[in-house]
């Protein structure tokens, strides 16, 4: 019969070797955020996407809300309605074209 001969054994992970390399990884992250090779405007241009269809949303809306109770309670259907949707849209867009000229500096 053939007898079962030992093999190789693996090499034993190194505890030097893994914070070796975590501390190489966690210095290739600090160096690409001081030379600016990481891309963080991402976040702050979805944050003002996001800010500007609020605005769009709650100017439209508030302006509808707040005409359409007007019209209820003083009987002017709608023309109330139509001024303050038409002027919140004009609200919203003047939030809007201010937040894209502060950010563009």
Do not use: C, H
Request: charge should be neutral.
């Amino acid at each position: 019969m053939a007898e079962i001969e030992p093999g190789l054994e693996p090499l034993k992970e190194d505890a030097r070797l893994n914070a070796l390399d975590e501390r190489l990884r966690q210095a290739k992250s600090d160096e690409a955020i001081r030379t600016g090779a990481v891309d963080s405007t991402g976040d702050a241009s979805y944050r003002l996407g996001n800010r500007v269809l609020a605005e769009l949303i709650g100017s439209m809306v508030g302006g509808a809300v707040i005409g359409a109770t007007l019209d209820w309670l003083l009987g002017t259907s709608p023309w109330l309605l139509l001024v303050l949707l038409f002027l919140g849209i004009a609200s919203a867009f003047r939030n809007i074209i201010r937040l894209s000229n502060k950010r563009s500096k």
